[in-house]
């Protein structure tokens, strides 16, 4: 069988939400520390102690939100510990991430200073599981508020005297689980409670966004939608790609054997089902999809680097991430009647992460090239795409084995991004050109020999993209050579 595709350009199927793009910081490991914050002393170049060579990488991409502070420690995290004049500031132990010492440096204002450099729309997430009601709705003010009350004005002490923009506010984080191990229904009922307070201060208008389900946990989903769905705007949802077991030994991030490649797609394909179900459950309370799904964590997960920290969660990343990126964005594409916002878990040395720090080095990851391959796609309108894939087939494994999605951006160019998920072989795929006049196809494939291939310190542009010439044109059908595990954008005027 042939693979093949019909792209319909002139078919439209709504916006493909740039958020869908977002990235996630957490204080863990060396994610703030190290990876954005060296501090103002520091020698390695920085802007108010954030460092310049990550903001520029990260720019590149154009990275169009940012989820912080985390993850489980947003849960024990106490917004005022990090505010104020740094060497006043407390220390805190991190108890979630290696138990390490957390001098609160980076903190509010710091953060959305990262935000304003990365020119990237803040996400703050609140502490439901260890905090209260006051903390929280003290730290909303503090952030929007406009005028004379308590937190505005120590805001303004503190340097900061307008408000700033907030618009994404998370209420808890995983709160079946780390931020506070609750019943759904419990958590309902406090998301109602806390979300009352998380008040619109002036033009400041913000997104609620409800704790979500973990995996296919769809009971948390059905409670959630029908106990608190009318008071949320969006409901998360994490899920990790794991190839092996959770607490028995997730795998090797690069020393692995090919079935590991095949297991790590089957998982990373999963990801459709999860929305599509999800989204069923929603659509029963919510048919006219007000409410997002907001995949807040989502990426590879493997056993950390040997010799460092457990607790830092620092792994490699190899062109099999990057199928993970490509496939995963596909199927967020494809969804983007629900899906309004994704966070790729994390943006620095932590997990899939974007950027790779070692002191005053820095190296980008086959994931990010793919997130830069991509960035066509953010707020461009979304075209029919119907491929019929081979299936790449492996023991008791069967899964499509090419996925892609099509856009079309202001200016007319239409943007198509396709994976190969095989490890071995490439495809011979058409695509059929319907509703665009062709006049000119440029491409760049992100490809590699290995299955493990990977960027390191000393070898920084091992896996990287390139050109791409191997397609035909005739009339309104390209046909295209898709190397073996690749991920390749063509742009069609
Ligand atoms: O991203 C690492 C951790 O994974 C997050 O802190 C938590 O929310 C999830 O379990």
Redesign the pocket.
Known sequence: MTNNAIVNADVTKGVINKNIYGHFA?H?GRCIYEGFWVGEDSDIPNTNGIRNDVVEALKNIKIPVLRWP????ADEYHWKDGIGPRENRKRMVNT?WGGVIENNHFGTHEFFMLCDLLETEPYVCGNVGSGSIQEMSEWVEYMTFDGESPMANWRQENGKQEPWALKYFGVG??NW??GGNMRPQYYADLYRRFQTYVRNYGENKIYRIAGGPNVADYNWTDVLMREAGKLMDGLSL?YYTVPGEFWTGKGSATNFPEEEWDVTMQKAYYIKELIEKHSAIMDKYDPKKRVGLIID?WGTWYDVEEGTNPGF?YQQNTIRDALVAGVSLNIFNEHNDRVQMTNI??TIN??QSMILTDKEKMIVTPTYHVFEMYKVHQDATKVSLDISSDKFKTGEKEMPQVTGSASKSNDGTLNITLCNVDRENSSDFNVDLRGIEVNHVTGRVLTANEIDAHNTFDNPDNVHPVEFTDFQINETILSIKLPSKSVVALSVK
Request: one cysteine or more.
């Open positions: 957490e863990l985390g993850g489980c420690f979630h984080n995983e689980g780390c994490h964590e969660l878990a994390q932590v997990l």
